[in-house]
């Protein structure tokens, strides 16, 4: 079947927009394609930050309202002791 030359302009004309709009156009699908990725990733870094922030004012919460969690953080983060409290030194290194 032969094709008539409206046809082939119309075809050629279609994968030449095609082409244009998919690779060469400064928005084209490969720019789309990537900024939907970056967008994935963005959106999955804010819900990280946001359970870190919850996870962080519940500490805070606890910190300022009850003595034995701040004792205990104030002891595991920065090795304070009780006056009378054994303390012993460690040496890591080998």
Known sequence: ???????????WSTLGFLIFI???KKNNLINLVNAAFQLKKQEAR????REDIDRLE???EMLT???DS???????NFQFARSGD?????DEQR
């Open 1 to 11: 079947m032969k094709k008539s030359p409206l046809t082939k302009y119309i075809l």
């Open 22 to 24: 998919g690779f060469i």
């Open 46 to 49: 804010i819900e990280w930050y």
């Open 58 to 60: 519940n500490e805070i």
């Open 65 to 67: 309202t009850d003595r």
């Open 70 to 76: 701040l004792e205990k953080f104030a002891r595991e």
């Open 86 to 90: 054994d303390v012993y030194l460690i």
